[in-house]
């Protein structure tokens, strides 16, 4: 319990907080660009699929 309270005092480097808050930062912008990205993605596999079925 005391080592829990040390490093809630401690103030010299980065704290837990801020670890999560980048942490949860960076899973926002990678959620935010795989979203982006995966309609694009679909849209190619698509087209892809159509090239196929019309030289069947």
């Known amino acids: 319990m005391e ?3 040390k490093l809630l005092r ?3 480097g980065p704290t ?3 670890y999560v ?4 930062l ?4 990678i959620w935010g660009a795989v979203t982006m990205l995966s ?3 679909n849209d190619r596999f698509q087209n892809i699929d159509q090239k196929f079925k ?3």
């Open 3 to 5: 080592t829990l309270k």
């Open 54 to 56: 019309s030289y069947n």
């Open 26 to 29: 960076l899973l926002i912008a």
């Open 16 to 18: 837990l907080l801020e």
């Open 10 to 12: 401690d103030e010299s």
């Open 39 to 41: 309609g694009t993605v």
């Open 21 to 24: 808050g980048l942490g949860v």
